[in-house]
C-alpha cells in the first residue's frame, strides 16, 4: 500500500471511528471493492496446506442427538438453538495469526483471517465472507428485525449481520466464536 493509500485508510478508521464510537477498533487494510473482491476470490491463499475443505454444495444433515454428540454444549446452543455466547469469551476474537476461519459443525471454510477487523464488541467480526457460504433470515427475538446469517452447508447458526462495520463493505459479521474453528496457514494449532 502507498502513502496515500495508508492515509486513506488513517481517514477512514478515524470517521468509521467517530461514527461507531469504537475508539479501539482497527479497520482493515482493504482500500476498495475490488480489494474485497480479490480477498474473497483468494481466500485458498489463506488456507494450510493440505488441507481439503468441503463444499457448499454438499450438505449435512444431521438428527439432533447426533448434533449434541459432534459438538461441545456451548457450540451446540448457538448452532443448533440460536444461542448467543457471551461478549469477550472467545478465544477466536483475539486470534490475529494468518488463516482461515470454518464452521465448527461441517469444516466448511466461511472467513479468512484478511477478512477480520477488530470490533470492540468483545466477538469474532468480519467485514466480508468468502463467497456463497452463508444463508440469511430475519429474526425477531429482540422484537427489532434482525439479519441472522447460517452455514449453508449444515444450517448452522453462526451471529448477525449488522450496517455498521468499516469502510469499504460497512458490513459487520458478528460471528459466536464457538461455531468457528482455526486453521492457522503455518498448519501448526
Ligand atoms: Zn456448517
Known amino acids: 500500500m502507498g502513502r496515500r493509500g495508508l492515509l486513506q485508510g488513517a481517514l477512514a478508521a478515524t470517521l468509521w471511528s467517530i461514527f461507531t464510537g469504537r475508539a479501539m477498533a482497527v479497520p482493515p487494510a482493504v482500500k476498495d471493492m475490488k480489494g474485497v473482491e480479490d480477498l474473497q476470490k483468494n481466500w485458498k491463499l489463506l488456507l494450510a496446506e493440505g488441507v481439503k475443505p468441503p463444499l457448499p454444495t454438499e450438505p449435512v444433515k444431521l438428527a439432533k442427538d447426533e448434533w449434541r454428540k459432534r459438538l461441545s454444549p456451548p457450540a451446540y446452543n448457538v448452532l443448533r438453538e440460536e444461542g448467543t455466547e457471551r461478549a469477550g469469551t472467545s478465544p477466536l476474537?483475539?486470534?490475529?495469526?494468518?488463516?482461515?476461519?470454518?464452521?465448527?459443525?461441517?469444516?466448511?471454510?466461511?472467513?479468512?483471517s484478511a477478512m477480520k477487523f477488530?470490533?470492540?464488541?468483545?466477538?469474532?467480526?468480519?467485514?466480508t465472507t468468502i463467497p456463497g457460504v452463508f444463508g440469511i433470515t430475519t429474526d425477531y427475538k429482540?422484537?427489532?428485525?434482525?439479519?441472522?446469517?447460517?452455514?449453508i452447508r449444515c444450517g448452522g447458526h453462526h451471529g448477525h449481520l449488522f450496517d455498521?462495520?468499516?469502510?469499504?463493505?460497512?458490513?459487520?459479521?458478528c460471528n459466536n466464536g464457538v461455531a468457528l474453528k482455526f486453521i492457522p496457514k503455518s498448519g501448526k494449532a
Not at 118 to 127: E, H, I, L, R, V
Not at 142 to 151: A, V
Not at 164 to 173: A, E, I, L, S, W
Request: net charge negative; charged share 25%.
Open 118 to 127: 477488530d470490533s470492540g464488541t468483545g466477538w469474532p467480526s468480519f467485514f
Open 93 to 112: 476474537d483475539r486470534e490475529k495469526r494468518e488463516g482461515v476461519f470454518a464452521c465448527a459443525g461441517c469444516d466448511l471454510p466461511l472467513f479468512t
Open 142 to 151: 429482540l422484537l427489532y428485525p434482525r439479519t441472522e446469517y447460517h452455514c
Open 164 to 173: 455498521d462495520g468499516p469502510p469499504p463493505t460497512g458490513k459487520r459479521y
